[in-house]
């Protein structure tokens, strides 16, 4: 025994030493990169990451931005003598780490792994359905059919299959139900592109790889297929480092729990009037049925009324429309069925969808069970569709067990884990037993950097008057900052009234979320170098625009979770019932993370100077202010708005 430690000791040691070297005054890094210089907290944060690989701990470091935090995990991760799958909190974060990041680190190292990027299904292009609908016109909608003739060109060039290289084809393009896949109507094996399949060679590709770079939603994905005892989306690995750590709580509650929603229904009916169109157009039967079931779906939206909102599923079912709503979509589904059977000896491609069905109608009458306790029943509505969500409120225990039966090391690493200058809250919601935990403050000189201006005189949070005095304050410092602004807002609602009195009232331009995708309103930012972005949650984080391209950011409130959230509601009930203050140990902690996201967004480097304003009384008349304020970086602090407008006017 003692032998074996010995060894694990030594190569813990020369995996420090070769760490210290990597990040040295003379070592590969400074070779590489112009005006690279070792920073202490870097070199501290790889050197336990390199440990927690090489031993099987558990390790949760907050790195504050501008640690170099990528590095601080990439490093390890090339240099170790294990396969490492690096999960990323969105698509354009993997993209930038395996793309950006990745090269420059394995030139420098002359890092001899193989590595893969491997994304989600629907992120490939699946040759079987373009086929299909490119022979099959699927709609009369000229942009759908536009954007085909884009994908059938890109699909004659392509080698890995990857919709987002698809030029002219963004995000939400209204093409890709038409020309990807889903776990529901893949046809696998049976599928006549099998061979060919984009997704099969990904998968392939990442399974004989050293380093695979992935997004937290895939690995939770194929958390939940193994638990039902499928076959896994990806590889297995001795080690697993989670960037941007913080999403993994609420991206696990989703795939823990269960949902159905009527945009699956849409594409399922889709699917089927594809099939009958082109192989069995005489069974007229069939057409009916599936425009009936149309109809009673989009009926059953309706009854949720128009405007888009979360509720509580329980309280949903005693209102009887929206009962006998469901009901109806159960029996045109159960009709749907009855009528399929007719169709399974006339083509085979109906076999799949016809378990499809099945599934669907199983899906919504257990929707009506909602007695099982320690779960949220709620729903959820956009413009045309409706989602029943059944959520667990606690993950720690599954989480806990994953890590357990994987027998692998855990890296989890963020900007913002910690609340009051403690990490307790994050480790408790993934059942965590860290074998290292730090927080390492950023580099930056924020005294001299930034300025934090909470202003005097503001209306209420809640208060009709508090979208005029946030165009009145946001004129002020557009003007002063010569345009270079972020406007975060908690509210679509409050954005778009200070985007009506803000749109006519100053000439530097303005870019608002929902005008473009999200990377086409980033990039307008950017190049007009004197603009405005008005963006809501998804523009909190995830966002990195350095130099003086931004020098302001306005907040507009606390992002409290809205107490109308059947989740949030949940979530409380059950602290309470575990003896916990709900406000201490569930909305306090998410608004505290939130904000910092939002805050992360100003200084990105260190030459960067800014203003922050957040708009919010709370800050300084409530008690919880002061643990906003403890967790915010050490900014100089004001409450009066012309000395914000001055630091901003005196930015070179």
């Known amino acids: 025994m003692n032998s074996s430690y010995n060894r694990r000791k030594f190569f813990s040691s020369t995996v420090n030493l070769s760490i210290q070297q990597v990040f040295s005054e003379q070592g590969p890094l400074a070779i590489a990169l112009t005006g690279y210089k070792p920073r202490k907290a870097q070199i501290d944060m790889a050197q336990s990451i390199s440990e927690t690989i090489d031993s099987r701990g558990q390790c949760v470091v907050e790195a504050g931005t501008g640690t170099g935090k990528t590095f601080a995990y990439l490093a390890p991760a090339l240099l170790s003598k294990h396969k490492c799958i690096i999960s990323t909190g969105s698509k354009a974060l993997q993209e930038q780490l395996f793309h950006r990041d990745l090269p420059v680190l394995q030139k420098a190292l002359k890092a001899g792994k193989k590595v893969a990027l491997l ?103 194929d958390m939940a297929v193994k638990e039902q005892g499928f076959a896994e989306l990806m590889p297995n690995s001795d080690c697993y480092i989670f960037d941007e750590a913080h999403q993994l709580p609420e991206i696990a509650s989703d795939y823990f729990g269960e ?182 403050d950023s580099p930056f000189d924020y005294q001299n950097q930034a300025l934090l201006c909470m202003p005097r005189y503001l209306p209420e949070s809640r208060d009709d008057a508090m979208p005029h005095m946030l165009v009145r304050i946001a004129k002020q410092l557009i003007n002063a900052a010569k345009g270079r602004t972020f ?97 201490d140990a569930v909305q306090l902690p998410q608004a505290v993370i939130s904000l910092k996201q939002g805050v992360g967004r100003l200084i990105r480097d260190k030459s960067d100077k800014g203003v922050l304003v957040i708009c919010d009384n709370r800050l300084v008349t409530r008690k919880y202010g002061e643990t906003f304020l403890k967790s915010l970086p050490n900014m100089r602090r004001t409450r009066n708005l012309q000395a914000a407008t001055q630091f901003l006017e005196n930015i070179e």
């Not at 080698?159 to 139900?177: F, M, N, R, W």
């Not at 931004?550 to 009930?573: N, W």
């Open 119 to 221: 994304k989600g299904r629907s992120n490939y292009l699946c040759s079987y359905r373009l086929n299909e609908h490119v022979t099959n016109v699927p709609t009369d909608d000229p942009d759908v059919m536009h954007q085909l003739a884009m994908v059938a060109k890109f699909a004659a060039e392509t080698h890995t299959g990857d919709l987002a290289d698809c030029v002219g084809i963004e995000e939400d393009a209204k093409v890709l139900p038409y020309v990807n896949s889903t776990a529901d109507n893949c046809l696998g094996k049976e599928c006549p592109d099998f061979q060919e399949c984009y997704i099969r060679k990904a998968r392939i590709d990442a399974t004989e790889s050293d380093l695979v770079v992935i997004n937290h939603h895939l690995f939770f994905a």
């Open 259 to 440: 949902s159905v929603s009527t945009k699956q229904l849409v594409g399922l009916i889709n699917d089927i009037r594809l099939i009958y169109r082109s192989d069995i157009p005489d069974m007229l039967q069939l057409g009916k049925t599936l425009n009936k079931l149309e109809t009673t779906v989009a009926d059953l939206r309706i009854a949720f009324g128009n405007d888009g909102s979360r509720g509580d599923w329980r309280e949903a079912l005693s209102d009887k429309i929206m009962c006998d709503a469901l009901h109806r979509v159960i029996s045109d589904l159960d009709f749907l069925y009855q009528v399929l059977k007719l169709c399974l000896d006339r083509t085979d491609k109906i076999e799949h969808p016809f378990e499809r069905v099945i599934k669907f109608k199983n899906q919504l009458e257990r929707a009506f069970d909602v007695s099982q306790t320690g779960y949220s029943y709620w729903y959820e509505t956009t413009r045309r569709f409706v989602t029943i969500h059944i959520t667990p409120l606690d993950v720690s225990n599954k989480f806990k067990e994953i890590v357990t039966k994987t027998d692998a090391s855990f890296v989890f690493t963020s900007a913002t884990l910690s609340v009051d200058h403690s990490l307790e809250h994050f480790t408790a919601s993934l059942g965590l037993k860290p074998t290292h935990e730090s927080i390492v």
């Open 487 to 583: 406007l975060l807002f908690t509210s679509y609602r409050v954005m778009h009234l200070v985007y009506e009195g803000l749109n006519t009232a100053t000439d530097y331009p303005i870019f608002m979320q929902g005008q473009s995708s999200k990377r086409i309103i980033l990039e307008q930012f950017v190049r007009n170098g004197n603009a405005v972005l008005m963006g809501t949650a998804s523009f909190w984080e995830g966002v990195d625009v350095r130099g003086d391209t931004l020098s302001c950011v306005l907040i507009d409130k606390l992002p409290f979770a809205s107490p109308d959230d059947p989740l949030l509601q949940a979530r409380m009930k059950d602290a309470e019932m575990l003896g916990k203050e709900p406000f």
